[in-house]
């Protein structure tokens, strides 16, 4: 890109929200970017329309170098994130992080008849994890964690306690 000014990681940093605030809005929920500068590790915050108005921080991440196992994604946070997300909130954080292709023309393709992103995001919830003293903590998130429109309703039923 001659005249681009985002960075490779700035350019994932916007396609993660994209990826977010798509499925948020197929999936009939309002997504909010976070609060500038980011101090508490809040990128987004995702509304649903229920009697309680239910809502949920999401801490975005992405990768075109996944470390898939076994036991699922293998990922590296920052100690000071790490430490974000292991506390309890009274609005429940979340991290997403969204798997991108390590092809970066894949990452986003448009044409007339469609847009696709390739690969998807997978989420965890860390609140009760052991916080840590160094610069860094590899995390699993489970692949069963996928995050689609279909999975919003019964987490965020999940993180206000109920049984989705």
Same mark, same amino acid.
């Given at each position: 890109?001659?005249?681009? @000014?985002?960075?490779?990681?700035?350019?994932?940093? %916007?396609?993660?929200?994209?990826?977010?605030?798509?499925?948020?809005?197929?999936?009939?929920?309002? &997504? *909010?970017?976070?609060?500038?500068?980011?101090?508490?590790?809040?990128?987004?915050?995702?509304?649903?329309?229920?009697?309680?108005?239910?809502?949920?921080?999401?801490?975005?991440?992405?990768?075109?170098?996944?470390?898939?196992? %076994?036991?699922?994604?293998?990922?590296?946070?920052?100690?000071?994130?790490?430490?974000?997300?292991?506390?309890?909130?009274?609005?429940?954080?979340?991290?997403?992080?969204?798997?991108?292709?390590?092809?970066?023309? %894949?990452?986003?393709? &448009?044409?007339?008849?469609?847009?696709?992103?390739?690969? &998807?995001?997978?989420?965890?919830?860390?609140?009760?994890?052991?916080?840590?003293?160094?610069?860094?903590?590899?995390?699993?998130?489970?692949?069963?964690?996928?995050?689609?429109?279909?999975? @919003?309703?019964?987490?965020?039923?999940?993180?206000?306690? *109920?049984?989705?």
């Amino acid at each position: 890109m001659i005249d681009g @000014i985002l960075t490779d990681n700035d350019r994932k940093a %916007e396609l993660s929200f994209a990826y977010l605030a798509a499925l948020a809005a197929k999936a009939g929920y309002t &997504c *909010q970017r976070g609060p500038q500068p980011d101090m508490d590790s809040i990128d987004a915050t995702i509304r649903s329309g229920d009697s309680m108005r239910t809502q949920f921080d999401v801490q975005l991440k992405a990768t075109s170098a996944p470390d898939g196992k %076994e036991d699922g994604l293998h990922f590296r946070l920052s100690g000071k994130n790490y430490n974000d997300l292991t506390t309890t909130r009274m609005t429940p954080l979340i991290l997403l992080v969204l798997e991108l292709p390590s092809n970066e023309a %894949e990452w986003l393709e &448009c044409s007339v008849e469609h847009m696709t992103m390739r690969r &998807c995001g997978w989420w965890a919830s860390l609140p009760g994890s052991e916080p840590t003293d160094a610069a860094s903590r590899m995390i699993v998130v489970p692949t069963v964690q996928r995050f689609g429109p279909d999975g @919003i309703a019964p987490l965020t039923a999940r993180l206000r306690g *109920q049984k989705p």
